[in-house]
């Protein structure tokens, strides 16, 4: 167990709606990072946040957007869902202080499935 | 950003050692080393990192070319439940973003 939490841990919709991801990092973990990880793309970058900020971009569509709340906690939303939105995702949290020097923990991820 | 270049699988036994190798030519100076591991049905864990010397840590050690165009992640042992997606990554100093790439699948023969 990460200490990291990401609720549902399965999330079943229909295409063209919108839904919205948890995850609430390991206590005292500052960052947040969310990845999408699908058969054909593998494991993507998607956002951090820092301390409610947001820090650094990866691939994240327009579609997608994400926050970080006061109490740290994080939410991913995915809206006009597509069919090609399916993969797992997952959310991370590291220790304040520069990526290359500090290890991410990983929650269990969600699984979203678009039908 | 800098890449690395992992076989796609890798066989081993148990209770034997297992060297994983990973190519990274283009690495920069303030580039860290990192792998990680994916179980199956899991999210990647963190396995060791390293800058320019070799690590060692409970789980593995990570060997670094002198040059550090390429690491070695040895597991002393593996075991069954070793068995995972293993994933090197460059991290540069100051940046935030990992890029992971399609990693190399052990497998682990009883």
């Known amino acids: 167990d990460s200490g990291v939490t990401q609720t549902p841990k399965h999330l079943i919709t229909a295409t063209g709606q919108r839904v919205t991801l948890r995850c609430s990092p390991r206590s005292g973990d500052l960052s947040v990072y969310w990845y999408q990880q699908s058969l054909d793309q593998g494991l993507q970058f998607l956002i951090q946040y820092y301390n409610g900020e947001e820090r650094a971009k990866g691939n994240i569509l327009e579609r997608f957007s994400a926050q970080q709340f006061p109490d740290l906690h994080s939410e991913l939303n995915l809206s006009s869902l597509e069919l090609g939105d399916s993969a797992l995702y997952f959310c991370?949290?590291?220790?304040?202080?520069?990526?290359?020097?500090?290890?991410?923990?990983f929650g269990p991820g969600t699984r979203l499935t678009v039908l | 950003d800098a890449k690395t270049t992992q076989p796609n699988s890798m066989e081993s036994n148990e209770e034997e050692p297992v060297h994983l190798p990973c190519n990274h030519s283009?690495?920069?100076?303030?580039?860290?080393i990192h792998w990680y591991r994916q179980l199956p049905s899991q999210g990647p864990e963190y396995v060791i990192h390293?800058?320019?010397s070799n690590v060692n840590n409970r789980m593995a050690s990570l060997a670094i070319a002198e040059d550090r165009k390429s690491s070695t992640l040895i597991l002393h042992r593996a075991t069954l439940r070793d068995a995972a997606v293993y994933y090197c990554i460059l991290i540069p100093s100051g940046t935030y973003k990992y890029i992971f790439g399609t990693g190399t699948r052990l497998k682990v023969l009883a």
């Open positions: 283009t690495i920069s100076g303030t580039d860290y």
């Open positions: 991370a949290s590291s220790l304040p202080g520069q990526g290359a020097y500090n290890e991410q923990f």
């Open positions: 390293g800058l320019t």
